[in-house]
T-cell receptor, first 116, second 108 residues
Framework: NAGVTQTPKFQVLKTGQSMTLQCAQD?????MSWYRQDPGMGLRLIHY???????DQGEVPNGYNVSRSTTEDFPLRLLSAAPSQTSVYFC???????????????FGAGSRLTVL | KNEVEQSPQNLTAQEGEFITINCSYS?????LHWLQQHPGGGIVSLFM???GKKKHGRLIATINIQEKHSSLHITASHPRDSAVYIC??????????FGKGMKLTVNP
């Protein structure tokens, strides 16, 4: 049981390049999400998914694309990287304790992205 | 004004001290999460609570729904408790609103 696996851990891009951050979980969690963490700011939600085939935008979705073709995988795509996307990215998966209950969260180890 | 506010932003303590980290929120919640982020960067869920109090080892989390306030207490603090502690409010959906975190340093 690996939990949430994020790759790569580090990446340096040039402005305009594209890349995909991979996120995979083996806990059969329905809910997956991507966050970015910047100095002096809390984690901010980029995109999330409540199940395979369903995605939605979070607080800061511009410049990012996601898809959820399987329960396990939730990749985050940067189509044309910009220096403002330099950040640490976290993927998380979760399940609800009950239909109206809270989510139990598991985070990936994070991916540090630098855009030059 | 942020929906989730944490105080203090930084705290330095001596080993053995009792530590309290505060979190206030302005949104209605179904749960309040406490997370720990070590210098290596990984984020671990410590507690998830919607009422009352929870305890795990030397960590105690409390929440007052009426006052929209939660506290995380660390008893007999140790240098390995040095980390950033983050609270996050969960409303009716799966979305979370995060505080900026509080950096705790425990000196030996």
């Amino acid at each position: 049981n690996a939990g949430v696996t994020q790759t790569p851990k580090f990446q340096v891009l040039k402005t305009g390049q594209s890349m995909t951050l991979q996120c995979a979980q083996d806990m059969n969690h329905e809910y997956m999400s991507w966050y970015r963490q910047d100095p002096g700011m809390g984690l901010r939600l980029i995109h999330y998914s409540v199940g395979a085939g369903i995605t939605d935008q979070g607080e800061v979705p511009n410049g990012y694309n996601v898809s959820r073709s399987t329960t396990e995988d939730f990749p985050l795509r940067l189509l044309s990287a910009a220096p403002s996307q330099t950040s640490v990215y976290f993927c998380a998966s979760s399940y609800r304790t009950s239909p109206s209950g809270a989510n139990v969260l598991t985070f990936g180890a994070g991916s540090r992205l630098t855009v030059l | 004004k942020n929906e989730v506010e944490q105080s203090p932003q930084n705290l330095t303590a001596q080993e053995g001290e009792f530590i309290t980290i505060n979190c206030s929120y302005s949104v209605g919640i179904s749960a309040l999460h406490w997370l720990q982020q070590h210098p290596g960067g990984g984020i671990v869920s410590l507690f998830m609570l919607s009422s009352g109090k929870k305890k795990h080892g030397r960590l105690i989390a409390t929440i007052n729904i009426q006052e929209k306030h939660s506290s995380l207490h660390i008893t007999a603090s140790h240098p390995r408790d040095s980390a950033v502690y983050i609270c996050a409010a969960q409303g009716g959906s799966e979305k979370l609103v995060f505080g900026k975190g509080m950096k705790l340093t425990v000196n030996p």
